[in-house]
């Protein structure tokens, strides 16, 4: 009984210590640096979106975002920096999903603890995507390759199709939830709104555009991995940058999809500017 204790008396003592550096304002202003990195993410998305929609070619995803930024002249220190920083936000949200909310009403507690595991596992993706780049083992190019191969892995395990039909629908909804973000402004609570009648309305303006937006290409990268699934197609299955790319084949795509690359701009201005503004403290 006495060892039991002890042990769990260390286990208490470990969690305090690491939720005291997730806690610390080095981790704090790091971890805000994580916004920054996924706006400036986001806002390359959206040029290389624009760019297709003029006729130019590319992939207009987070890995074709990644290799833009890589071919920059100062290439390396923007990957590890922004590796980094994305790092921290997914630390500093799995914080957030394991220590906070405590004093929530139960129903309250579980769901703001798994949309911070849902962000943490996010900014680790991005962060792990920086990271291959950074060491020269990623490429901008083979994305759709690999969602199809990843598609295909999946349909052939039992109960893959099932799977991944849920995975269609639930970032289908998540694209739905960020457009009613959007519309209703509901993103605000989040943030600590400037006193400036003129920045708050240019906040708003960004983040109702840039959440529309950023609602729409996950709709459409949820529907597609939900049909080619159904249709047992998984060359369909392409991801973000199919999604944007099945955009631009509509009628009047084109210009669909540079409305689309604006928002994902205003949406990645809009992640610069939590970056200053989120309210951090649950």
């Keep these: 009984m006495h060892k039991g204790t002890a042990i769990k008396k260390e286990l208490r003592q470990a969690a305090d ?10 981790f704090e202003l790091l971890a805000r640096a994580g916004f920054a990195a996924s706006g400036v993410l986001h806002i390359l998305v959206g040029l ?29 220190f923007l990957l590890w ?28 507690k579980v769901g703001k603890k798994l949309k911070a595991a849902a962000q943490a596992l996010v900014f680790a993706g991005l962060a792990l995507t920086l990271a291959s780049f950074a060491m020269g083992t990623g490429s901008g190019g083979d994305n759709q390759q690999s969602a199809t191969d990843l598609t295909v892995t999946v349909m052939k395990a039992p109960g893959g199709v099932a799977l991944l039909v849920l995975v269609g629908v639930g970032i289908a909804v998540t694209g739905v939830i960020y457009g009613i973000r959007g519309v209703k402004k509901s993103f605000e609570k989040h943030l600590k709104m400037p006193a400036d009648p003129k920045a ?47 955009l631009r084949d509509q009628p009047f795509g084109i210009y669909l999809l540079a409305a689309v690359g604006a928002g994902l701009i205003c949406y990645g201005v809009y992640m610069v500017v939590r970056a200053r503004l989120a309210k951090m403290t649950q």
């Design 200 to 246: 708050r309305t240019a906040v708003k303006v960004l983040g109702v555009a840039g959440y529309v937006a950023k609602g729409t290409v996950l709709f459409l990268t949820g529907l597609l991995i939900a049909i080619a699934t159904l249709r047992a197609s998984p060359e369909e299955s392409t991801g973000l940058d199919g999604g944007l790319k099945a």
């Design 81 to 108: 920096g922004s590796f980094a920083a994305c790092a921290a936000l997914a630390i500093w949200q799995a914080s957030d999903a394991i220590f906070d909310y405590g004093r929530l009403p139960t129903k309250e």
């Design 17 to 26: 210590a690491a939720e005291g550096v997730t806690n610390s304002r080095t």
């Design 48 to 76: 290389i979106a624009i760019r297709l929609a003029s006729g130019g070619s590319g992939s207009a995803d987070f890995s074709g975002a990644v290799a833009e930024l890589a071919s920059q002249p100062a290439g390396p």
